[in-house]
């Protein structure tokens, strides 16, 4: 609250139809406390400002997304998200949201493609090989699955969710007994790290 305060300030201090350097990241700031405050109009409203203010920056438009898929508009989210990706090809969150969104639409390929692109930009996240395990699971991909799994123990060999994630792969490959191990695996690090 006192947030929003202190940034409506700064917006009402600009004396009106001027512009100033900093008027497009206040409105973007505030907007993202209306956001944590669950007030999407609000946010909204603020995004949209300071994306007219500063067009090309994708930052308004991925939060223009965000909100929409709080409120489970995925579709929408799914338009602003790209609008954040046209301004930026490069910007993974955005890329990696879309393809979230994609996923709650069960439009698993089209997710599985928005992951490859992240990938393609922080091809050692292993985050991205994660999320894009768990499409291919849903969409019974079981081998590229474990692939996608096999990547993310690499980069990060300490997170338990990466070999729950390769065991249910190998399940559905038939393959309990290594499924079994790689499920011992990521209970030790449970058991050691609290993860």
């Avoid at 929003?4 to 206040?26: F, H, M, R, V």
């Avoid at 989210?77 to 969150?93: G, M």
């Avoid at 692109?117 to 081998?143: C, D, T, W």
Wanted: charged share 20%; proline share 3%.
């Amino acid at each position: 609250s006192e947030a929003i305060k202190s940034l409506t300030d700064a917006i009402q201090a600009i004396p009106s139809g001027e512009a100033s350097n900093y008027l497009a990241e206040a409105y973007l700031k505030r907007g993202i406390c209306w956001h944590y405050q669950g007030q999407g109009i609000l946010a909204r409203g603020d995004f949209d400002q300071a994306s007219g203010i500063n067009y090309e920056d994708p930052l308004a438009y991925f939060w223009l997304g965000i909100t929409y898929a709080q409120e489970g508009n995925f579709r929408e989210a799914i338009n602003h998200y790209s609008d954040a990706v046209a301004k930026n090809p490069s910007y993974t969150l955005a890329l990696v949201n879309r393809g979230l969104a994609y996923v709650q639409l069960k439009a698993l390929q089209k997710a599985v493609d928005n992951f490859n692109e992240a990938i393609r930009v922080e091809p050692s996240n292993p985050e991205l090989f994660y999320k894009r395990g768990n499409a291919h699971l849903l969409m019974e991909e079981y081998q590229k699955g474990a692939d996608s799994f096999a990547l993310s123990i690499l980069n990060n060999p300490q997170d338990a969710k990466y070999y729950q994630g390769m065991a249910q792969a190998l399940r559905g490959l038939g393959k309990d007994d290594l499924a079994r191990e790689y499920e011992n695996q990521a209970q030790q690090l449970v058991g050691g790290s609290g993860q």
